[in-house]
Nanobody, 119 residues
Framework: QVQLVESGGGLVQAGGSLRLSCAAS????????LAWFRQAPGKEREGISC????????WYADSVKGRFTIFRDNAKNTVYLQMNSLKPEDTAVYYC????????????WGQGTQVTVSS
């Protein structure tokens, strides 16, 4: 059974930090690219960061570049999002995502974790 379980969300003041974790099971974690998305109230879900499966190359949305860091620990089947210098506009539900492209594309989502940044 495939599972992606996020944790680490919560309430933090502006300027603070949080580290989100996403623990995966039920698939070959090393082979999948991993990403973090977020969805604020009344807005569409947006991708904010991803990390490749093979060379650990990363990408960040402009809105989080320089403040957020994505990294993965394949030994623990876990992907992380370190979030620093948080702003009220970072308030959202954060989701992790795993995807593999190939003959058959497979994609999995976590259930989300709430991050609230107070001003």
């Amino acid at each position: 059974q495939v599972q992606l379980v996020e944790s680490g969300g919560g309430l933090v003041q502006a300027g603070g930090s949080l580290r989100l974790s996403c623990a995966a099971s039920g698939f070959t974690f090393d082979d999948y690219a991993l990403a973090w998305f977020r969805q604020a109230p009344g807005k569409e879900r947006e991708g904010i960061s991803c990390i490749a499966a093979n060379d650990d190359s990363t990408w960040y949305a402009d809105s989080v570049k320089g403040r957020f860091t994505i990294f993965r620990d394949n030994a623990k089947n876990t992907v992380y999002l370190q979030m620093n210098s948080l702003k009220p506009e970072d308030t959202a539900v954060y989701y992790c995502n795993a995807v593999i492209q190939g003959v058959t594309r497979r994609e999995y989502w976590g259930q989300g974790t709430q991050v609230t940044v107070s001003s």
